[in-house]
């Protein structure tokens, strides 16, 4: 008769814990921020944006073709 009182008191134990594992995993879960979208860019930016790297990139391709060393300040 003791074992059965003995496993229901340790079945109980387990139970609550886990019972307060679950409710402070789910106050975790709601109090985080939820997920921002991302900010959309404009088709025109983005080709703009482009074709400046474009531009820079030539450049510095004509920088190294000539010889000329950047300045590296």
């Known amino acids: ?5 003995t496993w229901g008191t340790e079945f109980k ?6 019972g ?8 975790g ?3 985080g921020e939820s997920p921002r ?3 959309t860019i404009p088709q025109d930016q983005v080709r703009s ?6 531009k820079k990139l ?3 391709e004509k920088n190294r073709a000539g010889g000329f060393e950047e300045d590296p300040h």
Do not use: R, Y
Not at 1 to 5: G, I, L, P
Not at 49 to 54: G, R, V
């Open 13 to 18: 134990k387990g139970l609550s814990a886990a």
């Open 58 to 60: 030539k450049q510095e």
């Open 37 to 39: 979208p991302t900010p």
């Open 20 to 27: 307060i594992g679950v409710v402070l995993l789910a106050i």
């Open 49 to 54: 944006n482009a074709d400046n790297m474009f």
């Open 1 to 5: 008769m003791s074992e059965k009182v």
């Open 29 to 31: 879960g709601c109090a």
